[in-house]
């Protein structure tokens, strides 16, 4: 046992040397890092139950991190994945041992077949230390798709800001009457480069015709 959790660590620190180039900037591990890492052991642990879907590693001055990204995959059609469940965890890395920070946990609507699918929107994630106190805030942004596809699903912004998770919720439709935006007061207090790179995702999630938001936003 102890020659495995030696083989575990010099498999992460080897993993962990590759990214300290630029500590701030967050790296996708490899399927074969992935796997090397994460053990059947190791994800008994911390609770893995999904297949894993992505793995970035990133550092600040609290210490270095891995977010595993999980998707249900509960079926396949039309060339896509469809997803009921997904999860988030965040684990931060000690000098032996994983230990769970924070997680996400979220499920498609699935009364009256509202909606077919979720998943991370990768592509509008963003790791950046918007107030330069040395600590990384983590942006996650995920959605679903509705009877009409993105015209009648949701979207989840998560934002870890000083150990709080902040959320704002949307609801996409056509109509005036069916879109609504639920923000967390705590959102308002947030650093200003923060909020106008929100700002900044939801324009482009509007131009791109992934999200219907009200002008003001």
């Given amino acids: 046992m102890k020659y495995l959790i030696y083989c575990f660590l010099t498999v992460l620190n080897l993993t962990l040397l590759k ?58 059609g039309d060339r896509d994945t469809f997803n ?70 949701r979207i989840k912004f998560v934002i870890f800001y000083n150990g709080k998770k902040i959320v704002i919720r949307h609801q996409n439709g056509i109509l005036d009457y069916q879109r609504h935006t639920q923000i967390d007061t705590a959102f308002y207090s947030l650093p200003p480069k923060l909020k106008s790179s929100i700002k900044s995702m939801m324009a482009l999630m509007k131009k791109q015709g992934k999200a219907i938001f009200t002008d003001s936003w």
Wanted: charged share 25%; net charge negative.
């Fill in 84 to 153: 009921h469940s997904i999860k988030a965890i965040n684990i931060k890395i000690n000098k032996e041992k994983l230990v769970k920070v924070w997680e996400i946990n979220d499920n498609i609507i699935e009364k009256d077949n509202k909606e077919s699918s979720i998943w991370f929107w990768t592509s509008y994630f963003d790791f950046k230390d918007f107030d330069s106190d040395g600590l990384i805030e983590p942006i996650i942004i995920y959605g679903t798709r509705g009877l009409n596809g993105y015209d009648d699903g």
């Fill in 19 to 76: 990214a300290q180039n630029n500590s701030y900037a967050p790296r996708i591990l490899s399927l074969n890092e992935t796997r090397q890492i994460f053990t059947d052991s190791i994800k008994r642990e911390m609770k893995i139950t999904y297949p894993i879907f992505r793995v970035y590693n990133y550092s600040d001055k609290s210490g270095s991190f891995l977010l595993v990204f999980t998707e249900s995959n509960d079926s396949i």
